[in-house]
């Protein structure tokens, strides 16, 4: 096996550092990228998307790149850094955002707030506050957020399911007044003809979904991507054997959820029971 070459040290940035390491190991054993498919697995587009910066990849894939190069966790570890970097983060949701604009279909899990798409001017504020937005910071915010929901709201948009725990019908705003607009604002979109909406009760117990905010995005050319957030973390997800595995789990989570209708009378009753005054 030829002597391995350390790192250059060329590329500071996390994720390029990354790419560039993966194609020194590979230059070194003058692979193409159809070779190193054969010998290791997964579409030979994969690597080189993970050697141009476009792809990270999945830590099942990097780990499999480690123990056929014999590079220890190497890999891995550059792997986690690139995942790790915060501008990488920025760049990730600004081409979801590109790609939510021209979805013609999406399916949605949100584990513990009403989905973006679904929000009143009034819960996207406060949910704001809380994160420390302020100012015309978090007026921006909250008019971007109210700009992207109109894609539900015009003729022609694309076709939305939204699968809501509970949970988020259970955690309301401080403001009476502003919590029963937000449940009137879900009611009302359950009559939309393009959207559709089902409440997963507490009792459906953990899932595959657990925790994880999921959302498929299918574009006109049938491609579909998965965009996924857990505690502070998001993750653009290209490839398709992982885009496959989540859109199983959530299938299953669908499953589980009651009948739009039945999850319709749901949320009205939330609305009929929610208070008009702040308790005291």
Not at 15 to 27: D, I, T, V
């Amino acid at each position: 096996m030829p002597q391995r070459r350390a790192i250059t040290g060329r590329s500071q940035e996390p994720r390029a550092r990354f790419a560039e390491e993966l194609r020194l190991l590979r230059e070194e054993r003058h692979l193409t990228f159809r070779a190193l498919a054969a010998q290791v697995g997964w579409d030979p587009t994969l690597f080189s998307k993970m050697e141009k910066g476009q792809s990270l990849g999945g830590p099942e894939t990097v780990v499999a790149l480690d123990t056929f190069y014999g590079t220890g966790d190497k890999l891995l570890t550059l792997w986690e850094l690139a995942k790790a970097d915060p501008t990488q983060f920025m760049e990730r949701y600004r081409l979801y955002m590109m790609l939510e604009a021209g979805a013609v279909s999406m399916w949605q899990y949100s584990p513990c707030i009403v989905p973006g798409l679904l929000q009143t001017s009034e819960y996207a504020t406060e949910l704001l506050k809380q994160g420390g937005l302020s100012g015309t910071d978090l007026d921006g915010q909250v008019a971007a957020r109210m700009g992207r929901r109109e894609l539900l709201l015009t003729d022609g948009g694309p076709q939305f399911r939204a699968i809501i725990s509970e949970t988020v019908l259970r955690s309301p705003l401080r403001d009476p007044a502003a919590w029963r607009a937000q449940l009137s604002h879900l009611l009302a979109m359950t009559v939309r003809p393009n959207v559709i909406i089902q409440v997963l009760p507490l009792s459906t117990g953990l899932h595959g979904l657990t925790n994880t905010y999921t959302m498929f995005l299918r574009g006109a050319e049938g491609r579909t991507v998965a965009w996924i957030e857990t505690g502070q973390s998001g993750e653009l997800i290209q490839e398709t054997q992982a885009v496959e595995v989540l859109q199983l789990q959530y299938d299953r989570v669908r499953d589980l959820a009651p009948s739009p209708d039945r999850s319709r009378e749901f949320i009205k009753r939330m609305l009929e029971e929610a208070p008009c005054e702040p308790s005291t």
